[in-house]
């Protein structure tokens, strides 16, 4: 059964850091590209950044230099530093793993992330 499970979401004031942690277990970790979705409430959920297998990465343009997505194969995690963090940040981020050759998709339960003075 494959799970995918969130840590490292809380409290943090305006100007601060998190670091999300995502743990992937089931399945072949590395063989699947990484995205972190965040939704806040009343809008939809939206892309934050992503890692493919090969270690590519993207952003969306509201975090692009101040979050870090990276991924480590040996501990089947992949990580999401966020700096600088504002209000607008605040949401439940979710980390979703993709192996599109095989029509694999998998949702973790989310972590949620608050950024308030």
């Known amino acids: 059964q494959v799970q995918l499970v969130e840590f490292g979401g809380g409290l943090v004031q305006p100007g601060g850091s998190l670091r999300l942690s995502c743990v992937v277990s089931?399945?072949?970790?590395?063989?699947?590209?990484i995205d972190w979705y965040r939704q806040a409430p009343g809008k939809q959920r939206e892309l934050v950044a992503g890692?493919?297998?090969?270690?590519?990465?993207n952003y969306a343009d509201s975090v692009k230099d101040r979050f870090t997505i990276s991924r480590d194969n040996a501990k089947n995690t992949v990580y999401l530093q966020l700096n600088s963090l504002k209000p607008e940040d605040t949401a439940v981020y979710y980390c979703?793993?993709?192996?599109?050759?095989?029509?694999?998709?998998?949702w973790g339960q989310g972590t949620q992330v608050t950024v308030s003075s």
């Open positions: 979703n793993a993709k192996w599109p050759p095989g029509g694999l998709d998998y």
């Open positions: 890692i493919t297998r090969g270690g590519t990465t």
């Open positions: 089931g399945t072949i970790f590395s063989i699947f590209d």
